[in-house]
């Protein structure tokens, strides 16, 4: 088996998707966590100047998407099929959706900007992208997963996604009941109860 080395700050944030993706695929990965004070260190030595990366015997892949979807594709939680694989790119894409939302709604430096954004993130951003991920769970609601009939990196990555969201006192669930069940079963799978339990306890 490959050896992997996953670095990333000492956070959830970009850097969980591929760990919990290591979890339930029950492979062990060498979890690399950065102090901010050491970032200056770091930050030349990688691609593009940032993280996560993932050492893969040594090679060096970048962008966080990317790398999940690498572990995904390994370890079969990418789908059956090529549909499947792009219904899971859609997911992803939805959640992307929310996540440059709520950049713009952190970090703008103008109050007045920063509400509007954060505003829009709240009542038009999120209900939308939900919406279609509830929609894509009744398209398979015999099965209970976004594709097929068992877990998958979409799955995963709305689970992190949703828990997020509530971290930011921005939770949905009881509004989209299909999410709230999904995550749910997610995190009720043994080896990711497992990760969660274990893992380092962090703010973000």
Not at 20 to 32: H, K, Q, R, S
Not at 97 to 109: C, L, R, T, V
Not at 110 to 118: C, G, H, L, Y
Not at 152 to 179: G, T
């Amino acid at each position: 088996m490959p050896q992997y080395k996953l670095t990333y700050f000492d956070g959830r944030g970009l850097g969980e998707l591929t760990r919990m993706t290591f979890a339930a695929a029950g492979v062990e990965f060498e979890d690399n966590r950065i102090k901010r004070a050491d970032w200056p260190n770091v930050k030349p030595t990688t691609p593009m100047g940032q993280v996560p990366i993932l050492e893969v015997d040594g090679k060096v892949l970048h962008q966080s998407k990317a790398i999940a979807k690498y572990v995904a594709r390994e370890y079969g939680l990418m789908g059956s099929n090529n549909m499947e694989a792009t219904e899971i790119d859609m997911v992803m894409e939805i959640l992307s959706e929310i996540h440059s939302a709520g950049i713009k709604a952190h970090f703008e430096e103008d109050e007045t900007r920063k509400a509007a954004n954060a505003t829009k993130l709240k009542d038009e951003v999120i209900p939308k992208c939900y919406k279609a991920l509830e929609s894509m769970l009744t398209a398979n609601e015999k099965n209970s997963w976004f594709v097929g009939d068992k877990l998958s990196l979409a799955d995963i990555a709305v689970c992190i996604q949703n828990s997020s969201l509530q971290n930011f006192k921005l939770d949905y669930s009881d509004k989209f009941p299909k999410i709230k069940a999904l995550c749910g079963k997610v995190e009720s799978n043994a080896r990711i109860a497992k990760w969660i339990e274990t893992r380092p306890k962090t703010e973000w």
